[in-house]
């Protein structure tokens, strides 16, 4: 594996002003995908109407990442965005971790609902947005626990909104008889579908765009492959572009080519199997 140091290396090599293909560059990230934009639209709806959304989508297709890109274009004034991304908390310990982003202590489970009734009252107008990653992770008791506090206080809407992430199984689990009353809550659904190999390709090109990178290091069959074994997956092309790069690298090559390609694929277990290069 190489070292840092090696990594910056290679990119001076390229005249790269950074490593490629990190997927470390939110704007490039996000700037070519139409699917990507109405996630958006979707979740700011869904953050000012207090409402439940569901966005869902395969490992891979880049929710986290755009829920960060989104969280951070938020107007702070009007909204208080809290991300939990530790799917294995129980119930107690869902609530206890929701009081302490509040700034409230936790204690005994009647004493934390009343911190936090108190820490989203004092809010005022300001919205907060509960956002639950991996939420097809989470138990039915700590899922629950998230559905009674919408209602807390009796409000005449909702106390936050409240915005669930997972695979592509999550809605199947809520339509369940245990998750009922949570499915029925759902205002919106957002499904991200596998990305276009055109889309894969401006993705790649926008990331060497990214590090100073104005023409394309990647040939044509090259990219052909990445895109094939990515299966419309914006991290698994990344990281495929990224190993292939690395190789070329090492071979002081100044273009990725099908053969650099071909040459990592077996190390990266997302596309070793089921995946067979086209030999020349």
């Not at 139409?34 to 996630?39: D, E, I, K, L």
């Amino acid at each position: 594996m190489p070292t840092d140091a090696t990594l910056t290396r290679y990119a001076h090599q390229w005249g790269a002003t950074a490593v490629p293909f990190t997927g470390d560059h939110p704007k490039a990230y996000q700037e070519h995908h139409p699917q990507v934009q109405q996630a958006h639209q979707h979740l700011t709806q869904s953050a000012a109407l207090r409402s439940l959304m569901l966005l869902s989508g395969p490992n891979g297709i880049g929710k986290s990442h755009l829920l960060g890109h989104w969280r951070d274009q938020l107007d702070t004034r009007l909204y208080l965005p809290i991300a939990i991304t530790q799917a294995s908390l129980s119930h107690a310990g869902l609530l206890s971790y929701l009081a302490r982003k509040l700034g409230k202590p936790s204690g005994t489970r009647s004493t934390t609902l009343m911190h936090l009734e108190e820490a989203l009252a004092e809010l005022g107008d300001t919205t907060a947005i509960i956002i639950l990653d991996e939420a097809q992770n989470y138990n039915h008791a700590a899922l629950e626990e998230i559905r009674l506090l919408l209602g807390i206080n009796l409000a005449s809407r909702p106390a936050f909104s409240l915005i669930l992430v997972g695979d592509d199984y999550l809605l199947g689990g809520l339509r369940l008889r245990s998750h009922r009353a949570l499915y029925t809550r759902i205002a919106c659904h957002y499904h991200l579908d596998p990305w276009t190999p055109d889309e894969i390709t401006q993705l790649l090109q926008a990331n060497q765009q990214a590090v100073g990178l104005t023409d394309n290091l990647i040939d044509p069959a090259a990219t052909d492959l990445i895109t094939q074994a990515s299966q419309g997956l914006p991290r698994t092309a990344l990281q495929v572009a990224r190993a292939a790069w690395i190789a070329a690298s090492q071979a002081k090559a100044n273009v990725i080519t099908a053969a650099h390609i071909q040459s990592i694929l077996p190390t990266i277990p997302a596309v070793s199997e089921g995946m067979t290069p086209t030999r020349s």
